[in-house]
């Protein structure tokens, strides 16, 4: 999927990679994991074949990254799906520092602005250095990322490649 990406407009980039792991299956953490929340990296993702939010907005994430995205264009957002009335992740790009954020997400297929996904409340976001709280579409400036705890878990065992495999088999 990266190899067919490279060399294409970011647009196009941020559409197959949305495309790609949104064919992926939605699995809660408990049930796949063993665990409230588990933060997979894109290979464990990859590997169980499911995943919860968090891990479809970090494989889409780390893809893009890959492929050439700056971070500084990428954020990961958690946000309120009202709707649904939890708490969900999705991911934001910027294509430049001021303008409105795309949202790519697993429950909408089609990446739309943020603002036409009145669905959604955001909270906070990330990137791999900095955290923002939500108050409007470009955040406040909240710190560094490393203060989230499962995040730098996460960022260890990708660097490490210390995978986990799935508690359970989620199809049975």
Same mark, same amino acid.
């Given at each position: 999927?990266?190899?067919?990406?490279?060399?294409?407009? =970011?647009?196009?980039?941020? #559409? @197959?990679?949305? =495309?790609?792991?949104?064919?992926?299956?939605? *699995?809660?953490?408990?049930?796949?994991?063993?665990?409230?929340?588990?933060?997979?990296?894109?290979?464990?993702?990859? @590997?169980?074949?499911? @995943?919860?939010?968090?891990?479809?907005? #970090?494989?889409?994430?780390?893809?893009?990254?890959?492929?050439?995205?700056?971070?500084?264009?990428?954020?990961? *957002?958690?946000?309120?799906?009202?709707?649904?009335?939890?708490?969900?992740? *999705?991911?934001?790009?910027? =294509?430049?520092?001021?303008?409105?954020?795309?949202?790519?997400?697993?429950?909408?297929?089609? #990446?739309?602005?943020?603002?036409?996904?009145?669905?959604?409340?955001?909270?906070?976001?990330?990137?791999?250095?900095?955290?923002?709280?939500?108050?409007?579409?470009?955040?406040?400036?909240? @710190?560094?990322?490393?203060?989230?705890?499962?995040?730098?878990?996460?960022?260890?065992?990708?660097?490490?490649?210390?995978?986990?495999?799935?508690?359970?088999?989620?199809?049975?």
């Amino acid at each position: 999927m990266l190899a067919g990406l490279q060399g294409k407009s =970011e647009k196009q980039q941020l #559409i @197959g990679v949305n =495309e790609f792991f949104n064919q992926l299956n939605f *699995v809660d953490d408990i049930r796949l994991w063993g665990r409230k929340d588990y933060w997979a990296t894109p290979l464990e993702f990859l @590997g169980s074949n499911a @995943g919860d939010c968090e891990d479809f907005t #970090i494989a889409k994430y780390f893809s893009l990254l890959e492929l050439g995205i700056s971070d500084q264009k990428l954020r990961l *957002v958690y946000v309120k799906a009202i709707e649904l009335n939890q708490f969900h992740m *999705v991911l934001a790009y910027y =294509e430049t520092p001021r303008s409105q954020p795309l949202i790519l997400d697993n429950l909408i297929g089609e #990446i739309k602005p943020a603002s036409k996904r009145g669905d959604l409340l955001p909270i906070y976001s990330f990137n791999g250095r900095n955290l923002w709280t939500m108050k409007t579409t470009q955040g406040k400036l909240a @710190g560094k990322s490393s203060r989230l705890k499962l995040w730098n878990d996460l960022r260890s065992r990708e660097r490490s490649l210390t995978l986990r495999k799935p508690k359970v088999n989620y199809d049975e």
